[in-house]
């Protein structure tokens, strides 16, 4: 009688040097906990509440009927190409070519495909900390060296030129920009960001420039060190459609770099995922393209849910909290309430119903922070405030 083998998994090294996404995480936890019964608000994920606008899903309706069910090239649709093209063009200022244009399954893999293809093993890379963890994740994934800057709470979580400047070395091979900012809301201002190309001036450094959520600042305008001179052909700016309109689902993201860069992320696109689904593309081409008004009335929203949730934090005892200036997240200090982050947002969570996120989910600076996401209803984010109130009520700090 035969008998199975328990062959042993022997993983590549590599592995141990990826992370993941705490959120996703929080969110099992926390799906788990209403399955035994609790009512669980949920402000740990990132995700825009509202439904995909009509005109989009129609157009992607349409697209399925007409037969956009195939293979198409792996740098996107020209016709997306072109949109994103004339799109980034002017809302930034600078003339961008559909060659210059990737489009890819989400925004992650641009920030994948740009490690992955400029970053060999020892050069350093500068990122913000607190910030996206997938940033580090990625660097440690192929070798090379994380170098932190500090996002500082006094100064509204914008990056210290000066320490940046220090920070640059000749190993830095890319520098990480995120604006506006997860977790924290932060933004960077026009000067911030002409004060961040003076400091690379002519040296050979990339800057992958974030910016997902450049279509919900609630203060000022947003600003792209794309624009800035002599700056386009070292940066890759990441955006896409996931936040802008509430389209996280469709797995959407675009990339806008030199050619010759551009060449070499969608080979790794060919590599990887052939192609993003064409009948999405589609569906993105009447995103630009088409009536932009649930754009607004969602930017609108988030930031009357902004005020109101940093409003009310600020009355419960231990938490302080800055007004963030875009994205849909509010980043509260908690050092007073003599808590770690980690064992406060667990506790949260398992004692008062209210899923967030622990401040060094996002790096060792988080530390004395909780990242709630205001994508969630004014009456959800209303009973998450009364049940954090209530909880710190009932403690001694």
């Not at 961008?96 to 925004?107: A, K, S, W």
């Not at 091979?173 to 190309?197: W, Y």
């Not at 994508?375 to 009973?383: F, H, I």
Request: glycine share 10%; charged share 25%.
């Amino acid at each position: 009688m035969s008998h199975a083998v328990q062959f042993e998994l022997r993983l590549a090294k590599r592995m141990s040097r990826l992370g993941t996404e705490t959120a996703f995480e929080v969110l099992i936890r926390a799906r788990e906990l209403e399955r035994q019964g609790k009512d669980v608000i949920h402000l740990e994920i990132g995700e825009p509440d509202f439904d995909t606008p009509h005109n989009i899903v129609s157009s992607a309706v349409n697209a399925l009927n007409a037969g956009w069910t195939h293979y198409g090239p792996s740098a996107g649709l020209p016709e997306l190409r072109k949109a994103i093209a004339d799109e980034v063009s002017q809302s930034r200022g600078v003339r961008v070519q559909p060659e210059e244009v990737v489009v890819v399954p989400g925004g992650k893999p641009i920030i994948f495909f740009s490690i992955l293809a400029l970053i060999e093993e020892g050069d350093e890379v500068i990122y913000p900390n607190p910030g996206f963890p997938i940033y580090e994740s990625m660097i440690n994934y192929v070798g090379g060296r994380g170098v932190p800057i500090r996002l500082r709470e006094e100064k509204d979580f914008r990056f210290d030129v000066d320490e940046l400047e220090k920070l640059i070395s000749d190993r830095t091979k890319l520098i990480i920009i995120n604006s506006p900012h997860n977790p924290t809301g932060g933004v960077l201002n026009k000067r911030d960001i002409e004060q961040i190309a003076q400091a690379i001036g002519d040296r050979n450094i990339f800057v992958l420039s974030d910016e997902i959520y450049s279509r919900l600042i609630f203060d000022g305008d947003h600003h792209s060190i794309i624009s800035e001179p002599g700056l386009k052909d070292r940066t890759i700016l990441l955006d896409g459609f996931s936040k802008t309109y509430a389209m996280t689902g469709w797995r959407m993201g675009y990339g806008v770099m030199r050619t010759d860069l551009a060449r070499q992320v969608a080979r790794l696109m060919t590599n990887s995922n052939s192609c993003t689904a064409s009948f999405s593309q589609v569906a993105g081409v009447e995103a630009l393209r088409g009536n932009q008004s649930s754009v607004e009335h969602m930017r609108t929203e988030f930031q009357r849910r902004r005020d109101m949730f940093v409003a009310g934090l600020n009355r419960i005892k231990g938490f302080s909290c800055r007004m963030p200036k875009g994205a849909f997240y509010v980043f509260p200090n908690i050092t007073a309430t003599g808590w770690k982050s980690k064992p406060l947002a667990d506790a949260l969570l398992e004692e008062a119903g209210v899923a967030c996120l622990s401040g060094t989910s996002f790096g060792e600076y988080g530390e004395g922070y909780l990242r709630f996401s205001t994508a969630n209803s004014t009456e959800n984010l209303g009973k998450a405030l009364a049940r954090i109130e209530g909880w710190v009520s009932q403690k001694s700090f």
